[in-house]
C-alpha cells in the first residue's frame, strides 16, 4: 500500500487502517470504541480523508460542542 489517501487505497485497505488504528474494534464494553469506529465510517467509504474527519472532530472539541459520553471500560 503506498498511503492512506483514498485515491491510493482500496475500500478494504481502508477498513484494515482504522481497524490497526484503532486497535479493538470489537470491543464488548459500551461506548468503548463504537464511537471512534463510526467516526471513520467516511473515510471508509471513500466520502472524506482522514485529515478531514480529524479537523472536523478537533474543531468540535476546541469549540466546546457536545460530544458523544463514553463510557469508562471496568478493569
Known amino acids: ?7 491510493d487505497t482500496t475500500r478494504e485497505e481502508r477498513e484494515q487502517i482504522v481497524a ?3 486497535g479493538n474494534i470489537e470491543a464488548t464494553c459500551d461506548g468503548c470504541m463504537s ?3 463510526e467516526m471513520y465510517q467516511d473515510y ?5 480523508e482522514l ?14 460542542e457536545d ?3 463514553r ?3 471496568p478493569m
Open 67 to 69: 460530544m458523544p459520553q
Open 20 to 22: 490497526e488504528s484503532l
Open 51 to 64: 485529515r478531514e474527519i480529524n479537523m472536523e472532530f478537533n474543531a468540535r472539541y476546541v469549540k466546546g
Open 35 to 37: 464511537g471512534l469506529a
Open 44 to 48: 471508509i467509504d471513500g466520502k472524506k
Open 71 to 73: 463510557s469508562r471500560c
Open 1 to 7: 500500500m503506498s498511503g492512506y489517501l483514498i485515491k
